[in-house]
């Protein structure tokens, strides 16, 4: 698995292109990353809300 920096960072670089049924998230480019790596994304964006 990756490391949440770079989950981060691949999101932001390359952009969601839609969430699979399987609760797989893939990415525009093609990349597919794993629920749990997801929710790595999901736990930053509430870090963020909370900050702003």
Wanted: hydrophobic letters at 35%; proline letters at 4%; aromatic letters at 8%.
């Amino acid at each position: 698995m990756r490391s949440p920096d770079e989950i981060i960072e691949l999101i932001k670089k390359t952009g969601l292109a839609y969430i699979h049924s399987s609760g797989c998230a893939v990415l525009s480019n093609g990349t597919w990353l794993q629920p749990e790596e997801w929710d790595v994304w999901l736990e930053h964006l509430k870090d963020v809300e909370t900050e702003s």
